[in-house]
């Protein structure tokens, strides 16, 4: 039954949460999906470590995005790549001071944010296999539109439920 329950909040988790794709969102302008990116209040958690670190997952998916739709011709797999490896890198950074502090507070929903931590960074650690993947670009577009909408979704629906500190 743990493998069903695993399998099940993955397919929620990757699948469905990918109902619209921001390339294809009304012949969007550049400028515009790199708005779509910007961090604003409606995702402030008010626990002001989470809510910086959170900033900066954006900024790094907004500079992924501004690089592959700004580029003219091929896509550089290479240098969206590197900043899909930097994203990995904050990401596990971010989860592990995210969860610490769920600790600390002894958040009862602990246990599902890791799960749902746990299928964002399976997603970007897929990257590592997608080398010889025919269409680069349409693989890089989906798996930031994966990215994007799980973050949007996760800071929305669950971390905002994570109680701040104490004042």
């Not at 910086?52 to 500079?63: D, S, Y």
């Not at 502090?101 to 399976?122: C, D």
Request: charged share 30%; hydrophobic share 40%.
């Amino acid at each position: 039954i743990l493998y069903l329950t695993k399998w099940l909040y993955q397919h929620i988790m990757g699948s469905d949460t990918l109902i619209g794709h921001i390339w294809n969102t009304v012949d969007k302008k550049a400028d515009e999906i790199d708005d779509i990116c910007a961090f604003t209040e409606i995702y402030w958690t008010h626990i002001p470590l989470v809510d910086k670190e959170h900033a900066k997952l954006f900024e790094i998916i907004g500079r992924a995005y501004h690089f592959v739709n700004h580029s003219d011709g091929e896509l550089d797999y290479d240098g969206v790549m590197g900043i899909l490896d930097e994203l990995e890198d904050y990401t596990h950074y971010h989860f592990g001071h995210e969860e610490e502090y769920m600790e600390s507070i002894a958040y009862t929903g602990l246990e599902a944010q890791k799960r749902a931590h746990a299928v964002f960074l399976a997603k970007l650690a897929d990257k590592d296999d997608a080398e010889n993947i025919e269409d680069r670009r349409a693989y890089v577009e989906d798996l930031l539109d994966f990215l994007f909408a799980w973050l949007n979704r996760h800071i929305l629906k669950m971390d905002k439920l994570i109680p701040g500190p104490k004042v």
